[in-house]
């Protein structure tokens, strides 16, 4: 599916898709609300007659509602303002790493409601399901008083074929070919349930996001640092998929082949360099094992503290980032010169120690990068506050309403 953008963009004519132009008229109220039907015909170029058509169907299905009155305008009559109706359905996110699980309640715009909440991942996929389908009703009762809800996005550390639900390979976790999709529709029954990467639902969030710039976004690289590393990978406005779902690992491309084992079963990926575990291992002094994920040492010392002693003068802790910084640059360098994105995301823990990593990652990027243009490719940091992964969770679910489908 193909973002929209709310500052650049054609209203379909007579004859293409009605569908489109309601899209794109949800995605003009989402980016512009509060916003009158005079707003709209303005924004979008189209006659009142139009508008206040397609704007009754999104009323009559209950996706946008109407707000308060506004100022009067020159003729005395008050506007009256349309608003993404986010009353309407409440969202549960969920992150799933191999240490621990975070999940959050959102509104059907995004919108969080409550705290975050996390619980111990449970490897045996049918714990899992059970595990999470009783954490989520906890969360919902406790967060917003209610049992059920309208939709369900789970990122993945691993590769996920999105349509059949089905989790293709997560090294971390152990899950080979495993069927989630069904088990979890039974668990949540009558609630959509969406399934994917964790690197691929942070870059699709981050071009659905309506707070960019809405321009240059179109080839971009998302990198998520976590228990692993993951990335998404967006290129001329659509996500990479590949055809088995596989496009875009390049957590598991070695960065060295005598390297570390991962558990991928290969020796030296990027993610045994990179990883919180690997910056945590490097740490404490020992051999970075992806094959066993819960160490208890590093469940228990996490890389926050970590960050934290760096920055309260702990050589070790320093050297430990830094050496991190060199591998994420390394690696950075590899996709930049493959991709050639316009910009590249990282989110993850460790862009908290950004301040004291980033000279080390755009030395390294610039050391191995094919040309000057390449080396200077914007490298942006999207902050843990804004969780990145669990806003990829939440896009999944809210956000296929505000694209356009694919036309032929
Ligand atoms: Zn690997």
Known sequence: MRRINPKDFTLAKRGTSREINRQIVLTMIRAHQPVSRADLSRLMNTNRANIT?????????????EGSQGNQNIRGRKPTFLYI???????????????????????S???????????PTKFDPDEFVSSLGWQARKALREIAGITSCDGIGIVIPGMVDRKSGIVINAPALGWKNVDLLNPLQKEFEGTEIHLENSGKACALSQVWSTQGEGTGQNDIVFVSVSDGLGVGIIINGELMRGKHNTAGEFGHVPLSIDGPPCSCGINGCWETYVSNIATLSRYFGRTTSLKQPQIMEVSQFTIEDLIARARGGDGKALAALNSTARYLGLGLASVINAIDPSDVYIGGEITEAWDLIEPEVRDAVKERTLTNELGATPI?????????????????????????????
């Open 380 to 408: 942006r940091i999207v902050p843990a506050t804004e969780h990145p992964r669990l806003r990829g969770a939440v896009a999944l679910v809210t956000a296929p309403a505000f694209a356009a489908p694919k036309v032929a």
């Open 85 to 107: 109706n986010s009353h309407n359905g409440v969202v549960v996110a969920v992150d799933v790493r191999a240490s621990r699980s975070f999940l959050m309640v959102t509104d």
């Open 53 to 65: 058509l397609l704007v009754k169907e999104l009323l009559d299905e209950k996706l946008v509602r």
């Open 109 to 119: 715009i995004g919108k969080q409601i409550g705290e975050i909440v996390s619980f």
